[in-house]
């Protein structure tokens, strides 16, 4: 079997739906099961009517975009799915109604309303394709298998999905049927509706192509595959012929939007590929994904940055032949729920970066405690990701295209991942720097 994932722009309106069926028709003997996100931009005007209506507080609130693109979509395929789709639509409309009422969205309301998305898309689809003669089933993700904690928003699948989901499945598939999943959502143990984060289809999909062995995940999105930079920064970006999986990932962290930062690791564990395609051009191979590649052109594979990024600077005597200071240091970031990213030490001093937070003032007030902090915003990590075995020749490239743009690098850290170095500049010359190396390495 294989798992066929549509992202949110493959499934748009009726024409890319149709679009899709003629993607999927010649896989069909591999036995696809399909992962579908949101059409369009859904989830994001689902968040846009909640906005709407804690601001305005008006009634009746009016789901209007999201009905009919779905109602649209619905007519122009020629389905009879309304059964299907009215209630939803209902239920939408009375939780947005409740929203306006209680005028507060909390994370877990959030992943209630975002689900409708991915839940209205899949029953169009599934319905189409059974309106031209193939057997396909739509199912909420808590139907195929997926049981999440309750950590809204950034849920973490249960160790039982892993039995859950192939144990729903494969039965499907060998019927016979096209399962036709909802990406990015979950149940929690008390049957609330969770979220795997935004982007979260990617993760549906190779977490059911890793539990159910498939020999294959296909993500299909609207760029030619995973390209060397952001082509809005550098518009002579080139799509990468294969990529591993531990690059892919720190590619997605460090702000490639390519794919959900956490999906490699199922496929990861268990070796499975992914193959990221283009559904506005098939044609294009796109990019494989794989455990390891022997043969690299060149010692930088892709370059890509992060904006509004926070540099925290933690300078203390307490440091110099101490031990438990870092800990401490540390203690206070898990205190305040903040995550780190890039950390850089000397003997006196930690610098580390965070993303904005609300906590941010408890945090600097505790560490204020134990050493002298300074907190700088708007800044931004370029990453490049490459052989880490040629980091000086990297290192004197990258410095070379900085010392001639005048810009003094502030931070920088070799990941011990052994494929990633990031460095830090202000937000506002990231992009320069960016395009500049692009130049200097794939040019
Ligand atoms: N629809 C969700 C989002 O836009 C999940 C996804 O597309 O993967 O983030
Ligand atoms: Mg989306």
Not at 344 to 359: F, P
Request: proline share 4%.
């Amino acid at each position: 079997m294989i798992v066929m994932k549509f992202g949110g722009s493959s499934v748009a309106n009726a024409e890319r739906i149709r679009y899709v069926a003629q993607i999927v028709g010649p896989e069909l003997k591999r036995k696809p099961v399909l992962v579908l996100s949101a059409m369009g931009d859904t989830t994001d005007h689902l968040l846009e009517a909640a906005e709407e209506v804690l601001k305005a507080g008006k009634r009746p609130v009016s789901i209007d975009k999201i009905a009919d693109l779905h109602i649209k979509t619905i007519q122009e395929l020629k389905l009879s799915v309304q059964e299907e789709i009215r209630p939803l639509l209902e239920e939408l409309q009375n939780l947005l109604t409740g929203i306006s009422l209680i005028k507060e969205l909390t994370s877990k309301t959030r992943d209630y309303l975002v689900s409708f998305g991915e839940r209205l898309s899949i029953r169009i689809t599934a319905a189409y394709f059974n309106s031209i003669g193939i057997k396909a089933q739509a199912l909420d993700a808590w139907d195929a298998g997926f049981l999440s904690d309750s950590q809204f928003s950034a849920a973490w699948l249960s160790k039982e999905s892993w039995n859950l989901i192939p144990g729903k499945l494969k039965p499907l598939i060998e019927e016979g049927i096209l399962p036709v999943v909802t990406g990015f959502i979950a149940k929690d143990g008390n049957g609330a509706i969770t979220t795997l984060g935004r982007g979260g289809s990617d993760l549906t999909a190779t977490v059911i192509a890793a539990a159910c062995r498939a020999e294959e995940v296909q993500v299909w999105k609207d760029v030619d595959g995973i390209l060397t930079a952001d082509p809005r920064l550098v518009p002579d970006a080139r799509p990468l012929e294969a990529i591993t999986y531990e690059e892919a990932a720190e590619l997605a962290y460090f702000g490639a939007q390519v794919l959900h930062p956490r999906a490699m690791q199922p496929c990861a564990k268990t070796g499975t590929p992914v193959l990221v395609k283009n559904s506005y051009n098939p044609e294009a191979p796109g990019t494989r994904i794989v455990a390891s590649l022997e043969q690299r052109t060149g010692p930088v594979h892709a370059i890509t940055s992060r904006q509004n990024v926070i540099l925290v600077d933690i300078v203390s005597t307490r440091m110099v032949g101490q031990y438990g200071f870092l800990a401490e240091v540390f203690s206070n970031f898990a205190k305040h729920c903040i995550s780190v990213d890039m950390v850089a030490s000397s003997e006196v001093s930690i610098s580390l970066t965070i993303d904005a937070a609300n906590t941010l003032k408890a945090l600097q007030e505790d560490l204020s405690r134990i050493a002298s902090i300074t907190i700088k915003t708007g800044k931004a990590i370029v990453t490049i990701i490459g052989d880490v075995r040629r980091s000086s020749e990297i290192l004197q490239r990258a410095f070379g295209v900085c010392a001639a743009l005048d810009i003094q690098v502030q931070m920088i850290s070799q990941g011990a991942s052994k494929v990633n170095i990031s460095f830090i500049v202000d937000d506002t010359q990231a992009a320069e720097v960016v395009k500049k190396l692009h130049k200097a390495f794939f040019c």
